[in-house]
């Protein structure tokens, strides 16, 4: 059965790095997502991304963030500068239609140090 | 903007009852979608059952089933005959039904169930 795959499944970095997130949708998906958790709280909504560009944003979605879909099929999250508050689980969606099931990766967990 | 309550942290049930979890949500939107997600122990999360807010008929998916109260805004799930597989966390979502694309998520409800 096909998968939302994400890596890395765990990542350390150092306050004020770049980091990159991974994510390889299932492959006839339209829509792409990014969420994240950060421990104890909600599961909070990041970002779509549709016909290679930024369809809606959260108010988390900085400057500091961007994704992209370079290669039709890995799509990614990048963080410029990190924050100690970046610390979060990181999830990936695709979907083939708006309204329609989600199906969510395994999570990259982003630890700042 | 909307929000979703799930009031339950954790909750355990015998294998083969049956449990209900919880679900209030606020919006002023009239047509919205409603979903109960799976997270199995480090597994991704999985869509349970989805609810369309015009059908008044309460979903169902084997021994999921939703009580779909729109009035009061009560979404709760009842899990049948309980399995062992069943033990994940629960997250309640909401989404409109246009002019937004993202899920609101609750904190979650983890459901053990117990042998």
């Known amino acids: 059965e096909p998968e939302v795959t994400q890596t890395p499944s765990h990542q350390v970095t150092q306050m004020g790095q770049e980091v990159i997130l991974r994510c390889v949708p299932i492959?006839?998906?339209?829509?792409f997502y990014w969420y994240r958790q950060i421990l104890g709280q909600k599961v909070e909504f990041l970002v779509s991304?549709?016909?290679?560009?930024?369809?809606?944003k959260s108010e988390i979605f900085d400057d500091q963030f961007s994704v992209e879909r370079p290669d039709g099929s890995n799509f990614t999250l990048k963080i410029r500068s990190t924050k100690l508050e970046d610390s979060a689980m990181y999830f990936c969606a695709s979907t083939r239609e708006v309204s329609g099931e989600l199906f969510f990766g395994e999570g990259s967990r982003l630890t700042v140090l | 903007a909307q929000t979703v309550t799930q009031s339950q942290p954790e909750m355990s049930v015998q294998e083969a009852e049956t449990v209900t979890l919880s679900c209030t949500y606020d919006?002023?939107?009239?047509?919205?979608?409603l979903f109960w997600y799976k997270q199995p122990p480090s597994r991704q999360m999985i869509l349970v059952i989805r609810q369309e807010a015009y059908k008044q008929q309460n979903a169902t998916e084997n021994r999921f089933s939703v009580n779909f109260q729109k009035a009061a805004k009560s979404f709760s799930l009842k899990i049948s005959d309980s399995q062992l597989g069943d033990t994940a966390m629960y997250f309640c979502a909401f989404m409109k039904q246009s002019g937004s694309e993202k899920l609101v998520f609750g904190k979650g409800t983890k459901l053990t169930v117990n042998p």
């Open positions: 919006t002023s939107e009239s047509n919205y979608y």
């Open positions: 492959s006839n998906h339209l829509y």
């Open positions: 991304f549709y016909n290679n560009e930024i369809s809606e």
